[in-house]
Structures are given as C-alpha cells and as structure tokens.
C-alpha cells in the first residue's frame, strides 16, 4: 500500500466547506484512494473512494489530481457532527487485508 | 438494516478470566476481521475470515482465537485474559466482490484488571 501524508489537524466553521488534502505520491496504477473516518469512541465509517476521476457522494466529493499523487476530501458544508479524525488510504482493491490507518487528520468544526 | 453488531459494548475481566466477543453481520459479506485499538493509537489486525470455516492470523493474533461457524458471525475468544488485553475492539466486514470496503460495528470496550 502506498504511504499517505495528511496534516495532523485542522479547524472548520460549521455550515463551510472542510477541504482535507492526502498526499499519495507513490501510488501505482491499480491502487485506489479511500477515505475513512473515525469519531470519537465509535468505529471507523467509509466515506468515499476513487480511482482516477472525481467521485461523489451523499457524504463528500473526493478530488484526486491528474497525475495522482495526491487527492482533496471535501465536506461541503460541514457540521458539528462531522469532527472526527479522516484517514486517507491507498490501496489495492480486492482481496481480504488490513486497512492500515495512519495518523489521520483531526478535523474540528467550531460553531 | 443493522450492519455489523458487536456484543457486548462494554466489559470488564479480572486477570486469567475469558470472554468471547460476538460480531454479527446481515450484509451477506464473505469477509470478517477483528481489529484492536489502544489509546491514541491506528488499529492492528487481530485475525480474519475469507468465508465459513476459515480463520487466518492478523498482525497482532497471539492470545486470541477465533472462529466463523456461521457466514453472518466472527467470534473472538480471549481464553485468559491479560492487562494488555485492554482495548477497544472492533470487528468489521467486506464483500468478496469490488472494492474490499470495510464496514465496522461500534466496538467493545474491554478492560483487564
């Protein structure tokens, strides 16, 4: 799995877009860009995932730029509910492995 | 539609005692994982299932056992439980088919006195 680099942490005016950067740049070709967060005490949860294109959900859109090697989550309009810490992974898709959770990035939004 | 359900939430063993912890999961996923968490820590793979009938070691295995009798349920066993034990638990699942995404129940907190 490639290794990811995410800033430890970053604060966001509840009702305005959290953008939450990943750098990924050894990533190859097959592996793809997940996003995972964790809030407090509770499991992980799947947000979004992306291989090239630019994805969207009900959750988040999910920027990633075209040579890869790096990639955007945006919460476009984020809420108290959405403080967490945001995990970035790069992986192979398929068989059954480890999700390896780096360090993350503690999202806070202040009212 | 429930998910991944652990039981119990929260639990408490005295030193040497055992426990099992139950995942159950109504997604129809062939594979199930049991991870930890410590305090301030990323999780670690404890042991893991592809389907019905087989288990496989994780990063983190020694004193845990597990079994998948049922496609729908994981079990993890701790048999004498040590303070090291202590931790959050989480269980999780995935599909055998696309993207291997992990869905995760709430966890179990369990402390080892």
């Known amino acids: 799995d490639a290794k990811t680099t995410q800033p430890p942490s970053m604060d966001c005016a509840e009702g305005r877009a959290a953008n939450l950067p990943c750098n990924h740049s050894t990533i190859s070709g097959n592996e793809y860009v997940y996003w995972y967060r964790q809030i407090h005490s509770q499991g992980p949860q799947y947000i979004i995932h992306g291989l090239k294109n630019n994805e969207t959900n009900e959750m988040a859109s999910l920027i990633i730029t075209e040579d890869r090697k790096s990639s955007t989550l945006i919460l476009p309009h984020a809420t108290l509910r959405d403080t967490a810490v945001y995990y970035c992974?790069?992986?192979?898709?398929?068989?059954?492995?480890?999700?390896?959770f780096g360090s993350g990035t503690q999202l806070t939004v202040l009212p | 539609n429930a998910g991944v359900t652990q039981t119990p939430k929260f639990r408490v063993l005295k030193t040497g005692q055992s426990m099992t912890l139950l995942c159950a999961q109504d997604?129809?996923?062939?594979?199930m994982y049991w991870y930890r968490q410590d305090p301030g820590m990323g999780l670690r793979l404890i042991h893991y299932s592809v389907g019905e009938g087989t288990t496989a070691k994780g990063e983190v295995p020694d004193g845990y056992n597990v079994s998948r009798l049922k496609k729908q349920n994981f079990l993890l066993g701790l048999e004498s439980a040590a303070p090291s034990q202590t931790s959050v638990y989480f269980c999780a699942s995935s599909s055998d088919r696309g993207l291997n995404i992990q869905y995760f129940g709430a966890g179990t907190r369990l402390s080892v006195l």
């Open positions: 997604m129809n996923h062939e594979y």
């Open positions: 992974i790069v992986r192979n898709s398929g068989s059954a492995r480890q999700l390896t």
